[in-house]
């Protein structure tokens, strides 16, 4: 077989109804691992879905338990040719958010799958569970069309927390690192950057999220009685917010600003455009970081976004001074920031302003990377997927959301290509979360593409590990 016919199969495979009842079985299972199934909930999803649809393909599968108390189990599932041979590694997640049933709309729920027109509704469909059903099917058509044999062997990494922030997953990858050795890492989350155009992204932004707390006082005070006199921490607070990020949205702390905006960077996203589809919101012109892009601003810079803000009763205000206030905040950033010092260097820039007694704490925390665009692997991978969907790929440093590629870019060492199957509005994490078909299908011929090419006598498998 050739591999016109393998793409092909793939597309006989979506259109008989395949794909449908494989992720209308993986929506149903209620895997919310931000505050809703437990450990063992979130167990079934990997033993008794994920297990009996590997093993018939040839994998060798083990669930290992969390060393985070609670937390969701990983699946490792090896498929060894011989060992002599190079290793692909993917990675995928289980795990949902929060379905927040009653807030969809009418006729729609978050673990029925529900088809109208393009548009397939339905808790995971993009974020993951849609993704790695589509990068597995390609999978199966490409064993299937060389008659068992990749070329290569394969080892499957999925996990059940990533939207609790993936808690356990560095323990695990360190602790199983020759379980996981591989050469090349491909797997599909994140959006594209537009639903026509096919993505490819080396890496992500980091994130930090990190809260600024002021207590003035351990009780309210009547503001007629002792307004005047009384410092109001909303109104601290506040001030001490516009001394990281000013009106127009620029960070103004040196120290959390990138050096520069490489050239091969800004090379890479010079045709990038942002937003324009029907769903998506309207550019603000002017906020950002001035001279930059919207794309350079997404994929090249950082960002402080205050996420919310509480002082007071807002729902019912009184009349009354508050105690406290507190606001939390976010960080994104590129490779080169020093994250791992925030709150050291945000506590010397506060002080430095008179917000000496606002209190600092830092949450989640995840790393930046970003692949090399002179890899071996991105050139190879950008040319598969254009023979693949006749499509140009818009190739992204890194991705402006986070990741956590930086378990296989930096503890395991591997070159990393993600290949995303959703859009910017398919409203994950939200009320209405769906897939697009043409999306859907398209991704199944450029997952195959890879899969086939990767056995072929083209791939850089002997660069990459020169390396």
Same mark, same amino acid.
């Given at each position: 077989m050739q591999r016109s016919d393998c793409l092909e199969a793939t597309q006989t495979w979506f259109e008989a109804g395949h794909y449908f009842k494989t992720l209308q079985r993986r929506v149903a299972l209620r895997t919310e691992s931000d505050g809703g199934a437990t450990a063992d909930e979130l167990a079934v999803y990997l033993m008794e879905e994920m297990q009996p649809a590997l093993e018939p393909l040839g994998f060798v599968c083990q669930v290992l338990p969390n060393p985070v108390a609670g937390a969701g189990p990983f699946l490792v599932a090896r498929r060894i040719e011989d060992p002599a041979l190079p290793t692909l590694l993917s990675y995928g997640h289980g795990d949902v958010v929060s379905g927040q049933e009653g807030r969809w709309r009418e006729g729609l729920a978050p673990w029925d799958l529900t088809v109208e027109g393009e548009r397939w509704y339905g808790r995971g469909t993009a974020d993951n569970k849609g993704q790695h059903t589509i990068s597995l099917g390609a999978l199966e058509q490409v064993?299937? #069309?060389?008659?068992?044999?990749?070329?290569?062997?394969? =080892?499957?990494?999925? !996990? +059940?927390?990533? !939207?609790?922030?993936?808690?356990?997953?560095?323990?695990?990858?360190?602790?199983? $690192?020759?379980?996981? $050795? /591989?050469?090349? +890492?491909?797997?599909?989350?994140? &959006? *594209?950057?537009h639903a026509e155009r096919p993505t490819l992204f080396l890496g992500s932004r980091g994130a930090v999220n990190f809260s600024l707390r002021l207590r003035a006082r351990d009780k309210a005070y009547h503001s007629g009685n002792w307004g005047g006199v009384l410092r109001n921490p909303a109104t601290v607070l506040a001030h001490a917010l516009t001394s990281l990020v000013d009106a127009r949205g620029r960070i103004l702390v040196d120290a959390l600003r990138p050096a520069e905006l490489p050239a091969a960077v800004r090379q890479a996203l010079a045709h990038v455009q942002i937003g324009g589809d029907t769903d998506d919101p309207a550019i603000d012109a002017g906020w950002g970081e001035p001279g930059l892009t919207p794309a350079e601003q997404l994929m090249g810079w950082n960002t402080i976004e205050i996420l919310a803000m509480e002082s007071g009763?807002?729902?019912?205000?009184?009349?009354?001074? %508050?105690?406290?206030?507190?606001?939390?905040?976010?960080? *994104?950033?590129?490779?080169?920031?020093?994250?791992?010092?925030?709150? !050291?260097?945000?506590?010397?820039?506060?002080?430095?302003?008179?917000?000496?007694?606002?209190?600092?704490? =830092?949450?989640?925390?995840?790393? #930046?990377? *970003?692949?090399?665009?002179?890899? &071996?692997?991105?050139?190879? /991978?950008?040319?598969?997927?254009? *023979?693949?969907?006749?499509?140009?790929?818009?190739?992204?440093?890194?991705?402006?959301?986070?990741?956590?590629?930086?378990?296989?870019?930096?503890?395991?060492?591997?070159?990393?290509?993600?290949?995303?199957?959703?859009?910017?509005?398919?409203?994950?994490?939200?009320?209405?979360?769906?897939?697009? #078909? %043409?999306?859907? $299908?398209?991704?199944? #011929?450029?997952?195959?593409?890879?899969?086939?090419?990767?056995? !072929? &006598?083209?791939?850089?498998?002997?660069?990459?590990?020169?390396?």
């Open positions: 064993i299937a #069309a060389r008659g068992g044999r990749l070329g290569y062997n394969f =080892t499957l990494l999925l !996990e +059940m927390g990533e !939207e609790a922030a993936s808690p356990g997953l560095h323990a695990v990858c360190e602790q199983y $690192r020759e379980l996981l $050795r /591989a050469d090349l +890492m491909i797997a599909c989350d994140g &959006p *594209r950057v009763t807002p729902k019912r205000p009184i009349n009354a001074v %508050p105690p406290d206030a507190v606001a939390f905040c976010q960080l *994104r950033f590129v490779v080169g920031t020093p994250w791992q010092k925030l709150i !050291e260097i945000v506590r010397a820039h506060l002080d430095t302003h008179g917000f000496n007694d606002i209190e600092l704490e =830092t949450t989640l925390a995840g790393a #930046a990377t *970003r692949l090399d665009l002179g890899n &071996p692997w991105v050139g190879w /991978a950008q040319a598969s997927i254009l *023979r693949s969907s006749g499509k140009v790929p818009v190739t992204l440093p890194n991705l402006a959301g986070s990741l956590p590629n930086d378990v296989f870019a930096d503890l395991l060492g591997l070159p990393t290509l993600w290949v995303p199957h959703s859009y910017p509005a398919c409203a994950q994490h939200a009320p209405n979360e769906h897939l697009l #078909a %043409p999306i859907a $299908r398209e991704g199944l #011929a450029i997952m195959a593409g890879l899969f086939w090419d990767l056995g !072929e &006598p083209g791939a850089p498998w002997a660069k990459t590990a020169a390396a």
